[in-house]
């Protein structure tokens, strides 16, 4: 009896572990993907474009989503929007706790005329 009751707790413990390792990943990919509508949409040099406001609102709420993920950054702002074209590049900025400014590089990773999925580095 005893066996079965500490078989039982190991699998519930390593179960609860998987799920919050999974979780963990799901809530701190660095990567998104946005719909282009006219509310996100800017244009940059003819092209379509992912507004900067739109790139540095989901960039400060991803950088840091959980307490062990990351280091809090706040005023992030990103100088253009980010163009609708697979390896088109930013770099936003902001800022650490202390006040140290972090430049935040993001890339785009595929496009359509539809959405954008794109990445930035932590």
Do not use: N
């Amino acid at each position: 009896m005893q066996r079965k009751f500490l078989i039982g707790v190991t699998g519930g413990l390593v179960a609860a572990v998987a799920l919050g390792v999974y979780g963990t990943h799901l809530l701190s990919s660095p990567e998104s993907t946005t719909e282009l509508d006219a509310q996100s949409t800017v244009m940059v040099d003819g092209h379509k474009a992912l507004a900067p406001g739109i790139v540095a609102g989901r960039v400060q709420s991803r950088y840091h989503p959980l307490p062990w993920v990351g280091p809090k950054v706040t005023e992030v702002s990103c100088p253009t929007g980010l163009k609708a074209v697979a390896g088109a590049t930013v770099t936003c900025t902001g800022k650490k706790d202390g006040g140290k400014r972090l430049s935040i590089p993001v890339t785009v990773t595929k496009a359509d005329a539809d959405s954008v999925t794109w990445k930035f580095e932590r």
